[in-house]
């Protein structure tokens, strides 16, 4: 079993940045593949980023150049970065990890941008 605890959420204003973190602990041997999703309201859930290896990146094409994702493994966390943000990067975010074929979600957090 992996646990994921995120933090950092908030509410900011149009421009500003927010830094989320996701703790992981459990069973965190073995995890290849972390990443952030969001879920706006009345919207489906979507990828906003994921770190494979601790180092191959992948981004959603609306935040390119914005956000940046790592990961400190000795830690067992990953981070996401948000910069330049938007009123329409509102929404609750999701931490996943990946492991063995099995998709496991924190709680989420809230973030807020304000025009």
């Known amino acids: 079993q992996v646990q994921l605890v995120e933090s950092g959420g908030g509410v900011v204003q149009a421009g500003g940045s927010l830094r989320l973190s996701c703790q992981a602990s459990?069973?965190?041997?073995?995890?290849?593949?972390m990443g952030w999703y969001r879920q706006a309201p009345g919207k489906q859930r979507e990828l906003v980023a994921t770190?494979?290896?601790?180092?191959?990146?992948n981004y959603a094409d609306s935040v390119k150049g914005r956000f940046t994702i790592s990961r400190d493994n000795a830690e067992s966390t990953v981070y996401l970065q948000m910069n330049s943000l938007k009123p329409e990067d509102t929404a609750v975010y999701f931490c996943n990890a990946q492991k063995w074929g099995i998709d496991y979600w924190g709680q989420g957090t809230q973030v807020t941008v304000s025009s």
């Open positions: 770190i494979f290896s601790g180092s191959i990146t």
């Open positions: 459990g069973s965190t041997f073995s995890i290849n593949l």
